[in-house]
């Protein structure tokens, strides 16, 4: 491929996929109809975004992507930060404008429309969509300005706090934070109640039991009047999921080398709690029932989402999954990788006026000749100081771990005396 391509999206009906490439171009791909089976390796003869139509070309062709949004601020977090909406019908994203503060998109499929929602006035980040598909969630700054410039460094370690808010997507749908009263609660019991003697297994939403389909309904106009801070103060939030019984998930820094905080809001008790500490990473399922999370010491642990983890939970066991690997394939494929990277990315399309195709073929050779990472590492680094320039940096791996022996040293114990 002549490009490299990242976050990679999976529409909940399985038919879709969105991603961004290097050029920060956000697309997404339709891999199945609307209707029938998902089957990623046949043809789709399906309409994608109304007016817009994937050209399948035939049967078995590859289906054609289709241009969401493009941001035209290179920056190195190389991502729209896209997320579906739980019918698969909407994609919501974040894009730098001319101040170089981001705002929250949505994309229609049906109109191949893309619509902004938020003013700009703030830097925001982490959009996604409620499970049932009445709210979209996203945290913004409003001190965020100096950190525009991401490469001076003089905004290096600048704290950034941002709030949560969350945007009522319907016009219909009344605020969560809406005064509560006896009287509603004796109507929401009622309703339940006509729900389930309706006895056909879907809600007055048009949503099956158990969640399997939803509607989302978006009413644009106004919808900036419909965005409300929740009650929490502001600070260093981010990646924001939404689970199942319409709770929020969030990290908060917890300082340096201390990981991330991982909380949760409840919207309808309207009150957050901690939930883990020590996080490096979360990853919510589909259903928001549970979550898969990396500690900062690097174990792994699925838990429910339904209530805070009590005590110690167990860790995943991949010490004892067993992974097949031909370390020589793997150089090879890795060698490959640089001379993508450094082609795709270096500043100088000219490559310091290097033949770069050329210099790589002299290098390949001494592959055949590695027997160890560190042999690996020493030919990146001479392979890409041919470019004669600064901050090329070349590290990491698979390293053995040899233990350093204890050398003893020649001592004395003293102590001063008169003096």
């Known amino acids: 491929a002549q490009t490299f391509f990242y976050d990679p999206q999976w529409s909940p009906d399985g038919r879709k996929i969105c ?140 704290p950034v706090d941002r709030n949560l808010y969350v945007v009522v997507l319907n016009k219909e749908e009344s605020s969560p934070f809406f005064p509560e009263s006896d009287e509603e609660e004796e109507e929401k019991k009622e309703q339940k109640k006509e729900e389930k003697s309706n006895g056909d297994g879907k809600n007055t939403n048009g949503a099956a039991k158990g969640g399997q389909v939803v509607t989302v309904k978006i009413d644009l106009e106004d919808i900036d009047q419909r965005i409300l801070a929740l009650p929490l103060p502001a600070r260093s939030y981010r990646s924001l999921q939404a689970a199942d019984n319409n709770k929020l998930f969030y990290l908060e820094s917890a300082g340096r080398n201390n990981g991330y905080t991982l909380s949760t809001y409840d919207l309808k008790e309207r009150k957050s709690e901690v939930f883990l500490e020590n996080i490096a990473a979360y990853w919510m399922t589909y259903t928001g029932k549970k979550l898969l999370y990396r500690s900062t010491g690097n174990g792994y642990a699925i838990v429910e989402t339904k209530e805070k983890p009590k005590g110690d939970h167990e860790r995943l066991k991949l010490d004892k999954m067993d992974v097949l690997v031909d370390p020589r394939a793997e150089w090879r494929q890795m060698f490959n990788e640089v001379r993508r990277i450094e082609r795709d990315f270096f500043y100088d399309a000219g490559m310091h006026g290097l033949d770069w195709n050329a210099i790589c073929a002299q290098y390949e050779p001494w592959l055949d000749h590695v027997g160890h990472r560190h042999d690996l590492n020493y030919l990146f680094g001479e392979l890409i100081g041919e470019l004669v320039v600064g901050h090329a940096y070349v590290g990491g791996g698979d390293m053995e771990r040899i233990d350093n022996p204890m050398i003893g040293l020649l001592g004395a114990d003293y102590q001063v005396v008169d003096g």
């Open 19 to 158: 991603y961004t490439d290097k050029r920060l171009n956000l697309f997404y791909i339709a891999i199945a109809p609307d209707s029938g089976a998902v089957d990623s390796g046949g043809a789709v003869d399906s309409e994608a975004g109304g007016s817009e139509s994937v050209d399948n070309g035939g049967v078995g062709s590859k289906p054609s992507p289709i241009l969401v949004d493009t941001d035209t601020y290179d920056h190195p977090v190389r991502s729209l930060d896209p997320v579906w909406s739980p019918d698969s019908k909407w994609i919501a994203y974040t894009k730098r404008l001319d101040n170089h503060l981001r705002a929250v998109f949505l994309y229609e499929l049906a109109t191949a429309t893309a619509h902004q929602i938020t003013d700009g006035m703030s830097d925001a980040i982490s959009a996604c969509f409620s499970l049932d598909g009445n709210y979209l969630f996203f945290a913004a700054s409003t001190n965020y300005g100096l950190n525009t410039g991401w490469l001076d460094m003089s905004s290096v370690g600048r």
